[in-house]
């Protein structure tokens, strides 16, 4: 899968079921646009960006934003423990000792730092 990163959103570009689509990940209302060629893909995931910003701008509604900087993670009793007894010795709360871990994980693994869906909310839809 190929991802577009445009005004603090990530599209995918994906190939399915003999047809391009280009979708807008990680916020509830549904951004969704078809093109012909792959080499469409990013100016059609731009355009539907900007679309979406417009029709939320003139409905008066903010648009939905695919990072909060708040979620939650499952792991094991023990794992919990040892995080939260770590982070108390190094005398910060366990969210940013977590937060610090995510950090060194990203770099570790070489991961650019990037400033820069689903249908529970309205569907944007455009045909390159």
């Known amino acids: 899968m190929k991802t577009i990163?445009?005004?603090?959103?990530?599209?995918?570009v994906e190939f399915d079921d003999g047809a391009l689509f280009v979708k807008v990940l990680h916020i509830d209302d549904v951004l969704v646009a078809e093109c012909d060629r792959a080499?469409?893909?990013?100016?059609?995931?731009?355009d539907l960006i900007d679309a979406y910003l417009a029709d939320c701008?003139?409905?008066?509604?903010?648009?939905?934003k695919p990072y909060r900087g708040s979620f939650n993670v499952r792991v094991t009793p023990d794992l919990h423990k040892r995080a939260a007894m770590n982070a108390a010795e190094e005398g910060i709360s366990l969210n940013s000792w977590i937060?610090?871990?995510?950090?060194?994980?990203?770099?570790?693994?070489?991961?650019?730092?990037?400033?820069?869906?689903?249908?529970?909310?309205?569907?944007?839809?455009?045909?390159?």
């Open 57 to 64: 701008k003139e409905e008066g509604r903010e648009p939905a």
């Open 5 to 12: 990163t445009y005004k603090g959103y990530q599209a995918s």
């Open 99 to 128: 937060g610090d871990a995510i950090q060194q994980k990203l770099e570790h693994a070489g991961r650019p730092d990037r400033a820069e869906g689903t249908a529970s909310g309205r569907r944007h839809a455009l045909r390159a």
């Open 39 to 46: 080499s469409e893909a990013e100016a059609v995931a731009r």
